[in-house]
């Protein structure tokens, strides 16, 4: 399989908890992107990297986040004091340019 | 800034029957217009693109979408719904500020009737 991997698919975590998620984007893609997606919500962006440079953060990414993308490959998600409001599936996508984004099959956390 | 709109958040249709999901974009610059589908508890597949080529996109799965420019809609139609269509639908479209990150509307659930 060659597309964007995203591990682990499901996450159940307590609250005050740390939980981290992986992407694996397409190998020669060097744009990637982390969304965040609530129930009967679309997709919200929450940051963008092109190679290893994390270029851009949305203020939904609060100080509580932090992704990396060392070596410009896969990309890690990292949510400390997990919070209820974290409940989400975490997106990730990759893309070669600016014209379509690949996505993968979601990382979905319930926070207890 | 960009954004979307989509019009009904669930629609229903029977088997069979035309299948028409709105979408209205707010634009600066001519934008990259996407529609995307999410079966349950699964990613996004995209299901065609407007990259300023023909205005009339076909995609996959028998989908088209016009893109109108004087309305600013990019509306989603299949001619003949199937059992297999229903799941959620997201229209997208690319921010053009240089990280070309994709602004997602907040969906329309497809449910299709037997």
């Known amino acids: 399989d060659t597309g964007v991997s995203q591990d682990p698919r499901h996450k159940i975590t307590k609250r005050g908890q740390n939980v981290t998620f992986r992407c694996d984007p397409i190998?020669?893609?060097?744009?990637l992107y982390w969304y965040r997606q609530t129930l009967g919500q679309g997709p919200e962006f929450l940051t963008y990297f092109q190679n290893e440079a994390q270029l851009e953060k949305s203020r939904l990414l609060s100080d509580r986040f932090s992704a990396e993308r060392p070596k410009g490959s896969f990309s890690t998600l990292e949510i400390q004091r997990t919070e209820q409001g974290d409940s989400a599936m975490y997106l990730c996508?990759?893309?070669?340019?600016?014209?379509?984004?690949?996505f993968g099959e979601g990382s979905r956390l319930t926070v207890l | 800034a960009q954004s979307v709109t989509q019009l009904g958040s669930h629609v229903s249709v029977s088997e069979g029957a035309l299948v028409l999901l709105r979408c209205n974009y707010s634009?600066?610059?001519?934008?990259?217009l996407f529609w995307y589908v999410q079966y349950p508890n699964q990613g996004l597949q995209l299901l065609l693109k407007y990259t300023s080529a023909a205005t009339l996109v076909k995609g996959i799965n028998g989908f088209e979408a016009e893109f109108k420019k004087s309305e600013t809609s990019f509306h989603l139609t299949k001619p003949s719904a199937h059992m297999s269509d229903a799941a959620e639908y997201f229209c997208a479209v690319t921010d053009t500020s240089g990280t070309y990150k994709y602004i997602f509307g907040t969906g329309t659930r497809l449910k299709v009737l037997a």
């Open positions: 190998s020669e893609h060097n744009r």
């Open positions: 634009s600066s610059v001519p934008p990259y």
């Open positions: 996508a990759s893309s070669p340019g600016p014209r379509e984004l690949f």
